[in-house]
C-alpha cells in the first residue's frame, strides 16, 4: 500500500486547509482510510476515519464540527477539509489505512509520510 499526502502549508487561526491523501495498492484488508496527527513533543492521535464502501466516519473530540473527511473512491483519493483551524491544531499530518474504523496509531496498517500544518496565531 502506498499513501501519499499533500496540502499542507501555514495558514492563520480561523482560516482553512484541505490535505489529500492519494492511495494505492490497497488490499481487501485496506478497508478504511484514517487521518492521524503528531504534534510537537505529542504522541500520534487519531483525527478522523472513513470506511471506503458506505463512507460511515468516525472524528476525534477536538475536530468534531470543524473537519471533514471524505473519500473519492473513483480517484482513490481521501480528503480532509480543515476549517477553522487553531493554533493546537499544528502538527505533521498522517494519513493512514486500516481494517474497520479505528481510533489508535497502533492499529493502522500503513503510513503515508506526513504533511505538515502549522497555524500561526
Known amino acids: 500500500v502506498q499513501l501519499v499526502e499533500s496540502g499542507g502549508g501555514l495558514v492563520q487561526a480561523g482560516g482553512s486547509l484541505r490535505l489529500s491523501c492519494a492511495v494505492s495498492?490497497?488490499?481487501?484488508?485496506?478497508?478504511?482510510m484514517n487521518w492521524f496527527r503528531q504534534g510537537p513533543g505529542k504522541e500520534r492521535e487519531f483525527v478522523a476515519g472513513?470506511?471506503?464502501?458506505?463512507?460511515?466516519?468516525l472524528y476525534a473530540d477536538s475536530v468534531k464540527g470543524r473537519f471533514t473527511i471524505s473519500r473519492d473512491a473513483a480517484k482513490y483519493t481521501v480528503y480532509l477539509q480543515m476549517n477553522s483551524l487553531k493554533p493546537e491544531d499544528t502538527a505533521v499530518y498522517y494519513c493512514?489505512?486500516?481494517?474497520?474504523?479505528?481510533?489508535?496509531?497502533?492499529?493502522?496498517?500503513?503510513w503515508g509520510q506526513g504533511t505538515q500544518v502549522t497555524v500561526s496565531s
Open positions: 493512514a489505512s486500516s481494517r474497520g474504523l479505528i481510533n489508535a496509531a497502533v492499529a493502522a496498517r500503513s
Open positions: 495498492g490497497l488490499t481487501t484488508s485496506d478497508n478504511a
Open positions: 472513513i470506511r471506503w464502501r458506505e463512507s460511515t466516519k
